[in-house]
């Protein structure tokens, strides 16, 4: 575990932490006046690898070349040079700063939307060490600045990452569907609807990303059910129609070793240190298209919904919703920032049919695919 404290004085600035990989949607912007929570689980912290924040850069002024050493393979509306390995972590595992006034109203529509640069200080020298968030339509969180702080080792030696078997022993999983509250309230309470989930649409967006790539150009098709619900629609109105088509299906821990002749496979990300779960045999060639453990689990053992008994009531032992969760009224739509973030650092977006796609997403937007 480690404790972050300030690069000037060295006061302790969080309470001690785990490295755990960075949330898909660490960055999603989503809604409009939504009341998102905190992005990170207490007792976490996870690293931002690329460059966040000011300043940016149009695409005009940077060199393909240089573009590409970044790794970005195709034009993006701008790139940032601030700093890389930002570190975020939950607000309430912070300790020892204070909110720098004259940075407290800068840019947010209902809080903190961090702007204008660092907001928070170190409370014991004054030196700026991160920038809180909590806009609405923003997970609420502390992004440390890495030039200001620094990571100390504490409690000894540190906890070996779960295996694969540990982690699908938990059981943990992300529901599709899930209340989002918004910024309003009325005489009744905070307002809220049901709506598809927020890391849904950012990890199918990064997942999208990897299937249109793996595509070659050609159809794909997806597992029946849930998987057909988030993927196929967008699939099929972003690649050409007919045949060969290539087939994806879920593969991972705990599931039958994957089908003879899958070409890409759906498989989940290691939470803690961001590793993809590789398969071995006849289906190592296929292409892994990664998905957050708990989405992925979710789709791939997620329990059934249990009918209503036609006579009598539910037994005694069963335990389910009644009435289930409100369903969300409107098709699913992958997030199509996380998208195009992903897209465009994949090598196969050098590709004049997948620079169309990215061309073209300001219309896949109007239309509602996004």
Request: hydrophobic letters at 40%.
């Amino acid at each position: 575990m480690f404790v972050f404290v300030c690069a000037r004085c060295e006061a302790e600035l969080t309470t001690p932490l785990s490295q755990v990989a960075l949330p898909v949607h660490a960055h999603q912007s989503y809604g409009n006046g939504a009341q998102l929570p905190v992005l990170m689980e207490s007792g976490t912290f996870a690293v931002d690898p690329e460059p966040w924040g000011r300043p940016w850069r149009l695409w005009d002024e940077i060199d393909p070349a240089e573009a590409e050493a970044r790794g970005i393979y195709a034009p993006v509306h701008a790139l940032s040079d601030g700093a890389s390995g930002t570190i975020v972590v939950a607000p309430g595992d912070i300790r020892g700063t204070h909110l720098i006034p004259e940075k407290s109203g800068s840019g947010g529509c209902c809080g903190l939307d961090g702007s204008g640069g660092p907001n928070m200080a170190c409370s014991a020298c004054g030196l700026a060490v991160a920038s809180r968030i909590d806009d609405c339509s923003l997970w609420q969180a502390v992004w440390l600045v890495p030039d200001a702080v620094r990571r100390v080792p504490v409690g000894g030696t540190a906890a070996a990452p779960l295996s694969w078997d540990e982690l699908i022993e938990e059981g943990k999983s992300s529901p599709p569907f899930e209340p989002i509250i918004t910024r309003g309230a009325s005489r009744l309470g905070p307002s809220h609807y049901w709506s598809w989930s927020p890391r849904w649409e950012a990890a199918a967006g990064q997942a999208l990303a990897h299937l249109v790539a793996a595509s070659e150009g050609r159809p794909v098709t997806v597992p029946d059910g849930l998987i057909t619900e988030i993927f196929q629609r967008a699939l099929d109105t972003l690649l050409p129609a007919g045949p060969p088509r290539r087939r994806a299906v879920l593969a991972g821990p705990g599931r039958p070793a994957p089908e003879t002749g899958a070409d890409i496979l759906l498989v989940p990300v290691h939470p803690q240190t961001g590793q993809v779960w590789t398969p071995v045999g006849p289906a190592a060639p296929a292409y892994p298209v990664p998905l957050p453990l708990g989405v992925w689990a979710w789709m791939a053992f997620a329990p059934p919904h249990l009918p209503v008994p036609s006579s009598g009531g539910i037994p005694r032992d069963v335990l389910r919703d009644d009435p289930l969760p409100p369903r969300p009224a409107y098709l699913f739509q992958a997030d199509s920032s996380t998208f195009q973030h992903t897209l465009v650092r994949l090598p196969a977006a050098r590709s004049p049919w997948l620079r169309n796609i990215l061309e073209n997403l300001p219309h896949h937007r109007s239309a509602g695919l996004f």
